[in-house]
């Protein structure tokens, strides 16, 4: 499809897109596909359509911008009535080179209009007297003339009535609760996201964690599992839902114009009106310009002719030109009383209900902000977690992380902690920054946990109750499955493994082997009983069978004290 950008807020990112048939769509510049074009008002573009909402948008070639006050009569009186544009407009924006403006170009064209030649009648028995290079250039201008039923085709197309009220179609009310209807079936439909455990603030996340999804699936194309396709695809359809409330929920004058004015028929009517109404005003003006040009030239070329044959065929020529001049200006001001009674009537509408949707609004606004919040957090939580247990077993993105020296688990973390160390605090900007606090919020989130792993249920509870009374702040996590305890580790963080001797399915040498297949970072260990043989893992502590479990939970407190502190030393340097 084709359309043109009919506001656009580079602050943001947001925009709206006017089709041909008069169809406002909203669009992010997450959706813009063209690296040599930046979306800007008046650019005409093409898109694909996907659930009522432009993708894939580039501009189209030979796209001209609107220039400021461009299709407006010259009235510095009247506001404009696009609020939008007229935001836009106070945008800082690239110096461009203006258009040339029709009427130029029709006066420049006049001689191309017509091949063939006019023949004017030539005096008899009379001198052709020499002429000037101007008085042959004004009559090369008016042998190909246009005709005056060409001028006067605005002129004589008769007005539509005028309308004395605007009815309303749809009441405040309404109109509120349509809005927000389509925004509660979104929530609706994805309630089951509730249920997820953990949340990522998308709020924070959303730009880094699309910079990982794109790259990670550009590097193991593999990841990108069917799954995994319509987790994204459903996050960036409910951001699109949110990024609409929100841009509405910020500009309440938007939200009245979108969900309240565009609902009243009438006063669309009205408002096409005005639009069509300016048109015919610029292309009259175009014309009193031209019509006052040949008009002076013709009285000039009367006034050397009353002599000849050609007195009495100019002079009609004038006559219908002072016609059509009269005809035009009375019709322009015609025109432009009528532009202003209907602005008048648009901006009283307008008023009339306005307050009372803006209360609206913002009070149906409060109810559901809470809960895009939470369903988008949900949503971001699981696209991120899916998506790196998927590169946790990619050999591409295990070979890129080794080559590329990032070093820790396959995390959103590690990927940024990596990222951010070509930064220094000089070369920061402003987005950068915000980089670093979503660093700092996911290392808020990440817990580092002491995982105790062994045979008896009785056991394992008696080395955590022993590790909360010895110190409430260490996170411990335990198991009587080995299979289960894998699981686990690979997705949190383990600082201090305490291990049996002796385990229900396996052997302590095979569970370690299996660690560190699956699970990449290090931990301190902890083994109760006699020392495995397996020596790829060093041996933090050996403890006796019959050690007591307060003994343990101190152990346990003071490896996990020095795992912490190596962390933010290697965080530090």
Same mark, same amino acid.
């Given at each position: 499809?084709?359309?043109?950008?009919?506001?656009?807020?580079?602050?943001?990112?947001?925009?709206?897109?006017?089709?041909?048939?008069?169809?406002?769509?909203?669009?992010?510049?997450?959706?813009?596909?063209?690296?040599?074009?930046?979306?800007?008002?008046?650019?005409?573009?093409?898109?694909?359509?996907?659930?009522?909402?432009?993708?894939?948008?580039?501009?189209?070639?030979?796209?001209?911008?609107?220039?400021?006050?461009?299709?407006?009569?010259?009235?510095?009186?009247?506001?404009?009535?696009?609020?939008?544009?007229?935001?836009?407009?106070?945008?800082?924006?690239?110096?461009?080179?203006?258009?040339?403006?029709?009427?130029?170009?029709?006066?420049?064209?006049?001689?191309?209009?017509?091949?063939?030649?006019?023949?004017?009648?030539?005096?008899?028995?009379?001198?052709?007297?020499?002429?000037?290079?101007?008085?042959?250039?004004?009559?090369?201008?008016?042998?190909?003339?246009?005709?005056?039923?060409?001028?006067?085709?605005?002129?004589?197309?008769?007005?539509?009535?005028?309308?004395?009220?605007?009815?309303?179609?749809?009441?405040?009310?309404?109109?509120?609760?349509?809005?927000?209807?389509?925004?509660?079936?979104?929530?609706?439909?994805?309630?089951?996201?509730?249920?997820?455990?953990?949340?990522?603030?998308?709020?924070?996340?959303?730009?880094?964690?699309?910079?990982?999804?794109?790259?990670?699936?550009?590097?193991?194309?593999?990841?990108?599992?069917?799954?995994?396709?319509?987790?994204?695809?459903?996050?960036?359809?409910?951001?699109?839902?949110?990024?609409?409330?929100?841009?509405?929920?910020?500009?309440?004058?938007?939200?009245?114009?979108?969900?309240?004015?565009?609902?009243?028929?009438?006063?669309?009517?009205?408002?096409?009106?005005?639009?069509?109404?300016?048109?015919?005003?610029?292309?009259?003006?175009?014309?009193?310009?031209?019509?006052?040009?040949?008009?002076?030239?013709?009285?000039?070329?009367?006034?050397?002719?009353?002599? &000849?044959?050609?007195? +009495?065929? $100019?002079? #009609?020529? *004038?006559? /219908? @030109?002072?016609?059509? =001049?009269?005809?035009? !200006?009375?019709?322009?001001?015609?025109?432009?009383?009528?532009?202003?009674?209907?602005?008048?009537?648009?901006?009283?509408?307008?008023?009339?209900?306005?307050?009372?949707?803006?209360?609206?609004?913002?009070?149906?606004?409060?109810?559901?902000?809470?809960?895009?919040?939470?369903?988008?957090?949900?949503?971001?939580?699981?696209?991120?977690?899916?998506?790196?247990?998927?590169?946790?077993?990619?050999?591409?993105?295990?070979?890129?992380?080794?080559?590329?020296?990032?070093?820790?688990?396959?995390?959103?973390?590690?990927?940024?902690?990596?990222?951010?160390?070509?930064?220094?605090?000089?070369?920061?900007?402003?987005? &950068?920054?915000?980089? +670093?606090? $979503?660093? #700092?919020? *996911?290392? /808020? @989130?990440?817990?580092? =946990?002491?995982?105790? !792993?062994?045979?008896?249920?009785?056991?394992?509870?008696?080395?955590?109750?022993?590790?909360?009374?010895?110190?409430?702040?260490?996170?411990?996590?335990?198991?009587?499955?080995?299979?289960?305890?894998?699981?686990?580790?690979?997705?949190?963080?383990?600082?201090?493994?305490?291990?049996?001797?002796?385990?229900?399915?396996?052997?302590?040498?095979?569970?370690?082997?299996?660690?560190?297949?699956?699970?990449?970072?290090?931990?301190?260990?902890?083994?109760?009983?006699?020392?495995?043989?397996?020596?790829?893992?060093?041996?933090?502590?050996?403890?006796?069978?019959?050690?007591?479990?307060?003994?343990?939970?101190?152990?346990?407190?003071?490896?996990?004290?020095?795992?912490?502190?190596?962390?933010?030393?290697?965080?530090?340097?």
């Amino acid at each position: 499809m084709n359309g043109k950008i009919l506001f656009f807020n580079a602050n943001d990112g947001n925009g709206i897109i006017i089709t041909a048939d008069k169809q406002k769509l909203n669009f992010t510049v997450q959706e813009w596909d063209d690296f040599e074009v930046m979306p800007s008002l008046g650019l005409e573009v093409g898109f694909s359509l996907n659930e009522e909402a432009p993708t894939n948008i580039t501009a189209l070639e030979n796209s001209t911008h609107l220039q400021e006050n461009e299709y407006l009569p010259e009235d510095e009186d009247e506001p404009q009535q696009d609020e939008p544009q007229q935001e836009q407009q106070e945008e800082p924006q690239e110096a461009e080179e203006e258009p040339t403006p029709d009427f130029i170009e029709e006066e420049t064209a006049t001689h191309h209009l017509y091949e063939e030649e006019v023949v004017k009648p030539q005096p008899k028995n009379l001198e052709t007297p020499t002429k000037t290079q101007e008085e042959e250039q004004k009559e090369e201008f008016f042998k190909e003339e246009p005709e005056i039923t060409e001028i006067l085709e605005d002129v004589e197309e008769e007005l539509p009535p005028r309308e004395e009220s605007v009815t309303v179609t749809m009441n405040v009310h309404r109109a509120v609760d349509n809005y927000f209807q389509v925004i509660e079936e979104n929530i609706e439909r994805r309630k089951f996201y509730r249920k997820v455990e953990g949340r990522l603030d998308y709020l924070l996340i959303r730009r880094f964690l699309w910079t990982i999804f794109n790259n990670l699936c550009e590097i193991d194309l593999h990841i990108l599992t069917p799954q995994l396709k319509t987790l994204a695809t459903d996050l960036r359809a409910m951001a699109r839902v949110y990024d609409d409330f929100t841009r509405k929920t910020r500009q309440p004058k938007l939200a009245y114009e979108e969900v309240f004015l565009s609902c009243q028929a009438e006063y669309m009517k009205i408002k096409e009106g005005t639009e069509l109404t300016v048109e015919r005003i610029q292309k009259l003006k175009n014309n009193e310009k031209y019509v006052g040009s040949v008009r002076k030239i013709k009285k000039e070329l009367l006034e050397k002719t009353i002599d &000849t044959e050609e007195f +009495s065929v $100019l002079k #009609d020529e *004038l006559k /219908s @030109l002072n016609g059509a =001049y009269v005809d035009t !200006v009375h019709m322009m001001a015609e025109l432009d009383e009528r532009y202003k009674h209907d602005m008048k009537l648009l901006k009283e509408f307008e008023k009339e209900y306005r307050d009372d949707f803006y209360a609206l609004f913002s009070n149906a606004a409060k109810k559901y902000k809470s809960d895009f919040i939470d369903i988008l957090s949900a949503q971001a939580y699981l696209l991120d977690e899916k998506l790196w247990n998927k590169a946790k077993v990619s050999k591409a993105v295990k070979s890129h992380f080794q080559k590329s020296s990032i070093v820790g688990e396959f995390n959103t973390r590690t990927y940024l902690k990596y990222y951010l160390k070509s930064f220094t605090s000089d070369n920061m900007s402003e987005e &950068t920054k915000k980089l +670093s606090d $979503l660093y #700092d919020y *996911l290392c /808020s @989130l990440h817990k580092e =946990y002491a995982l105790i !792993v062994v045979k008896d249920p009785q056991d394992a509870m008696e080395y955590e109750s022993s590790v909360r009374v010895v110190d409430k702040s260490i996170h411990t996590s335990i198991f009587v499955d080995e299979k289960k305890a894998l699981q686990w580790a690979i997705k949190n963080s383990v600082k201090v493994l305490v291990l049996e001797d002796r385990l229900t399915h396996m052997s302590v040498d095979t569970f370690l082997k299996n660690y560190k297949k699956h699970v990449l970072s290090i931990p301190s260990i902890i083994i109760i009983g006699e020392k495995p043989k397996i020596n790829d893992y060093s041996i933090t502590k050996l403890l006796k069978q019959n050690t007591s479990s307060l003994l343990i939970a101190r152990n346990i407190q003071e490896l996990y004290y020095e795992e912490i502190k190596k962390s933010q030393e290697k965080k530090d340097s």
